[in-house]
Nanobody
Framework: VQLQASGGGLVQPGGSLRISCAAS????????MGWYRQAPGNQRAMVAT???????NYADSVKGRLIISRDNAKNTVYLQMNSLKPEDTAVYYC??????????????WGQGTQVTVSS
């Protein structure tokens, strides 16, 4: 199973960007999906998570600006980022709890996508 993130890039302060992450492979079920970010010199931190029934959780620093959503049929999670600030600059990683026959539940990370907010 692979988590493939895409959509990162360079955006000006105040701008918007949407990143996505698709899980592919032999997947029976995915429970929580989420986005985490890591800026240089900092630890990886939770940005937002979403359960399979759509319940969301956000870091205080992104509430009201970033919106997480998912398409269960496509095993894909999205992060719509609005009113971006320079401090949002980081590598964004997707994460998912996946269930596979013969393996059970396990946690998986995507490869990360760079988001840079700069004028």
């Amino acid at each position: 199973v692979q988590l493939q993130a895409s959509g990162g890039g360079l955006v000006q302060p105040g701008g918007s960007l949407r990143i996505s992450c698709a899980a592919s492979g032999s997947i029976f079920s995915i429970s929580v999906m989420g986005w985490y970010r890591q800026a240089p010199g900092n630890q990886r931190a939770m940005v937002a998570t979403i359960t399979s029934d759509g319940s969301t959780n956000y870091a205080d620093s992104v509430k009201g600006r970033l919106i997480i959503s998912r398409d269960n049929a496509k095993n894909t999670v999205y992060l719509q980022m609005n009113s971006l600030k320079p401090e949002d600059t980081a590598v964004y990683y997707c994460n998912a709890n996946i269930w596979r026959p013969g393996i059970g539940w396990y946690n998986s990370w995507g490869q990360g996508t760079q988001v840079t907010v700069s004028s």
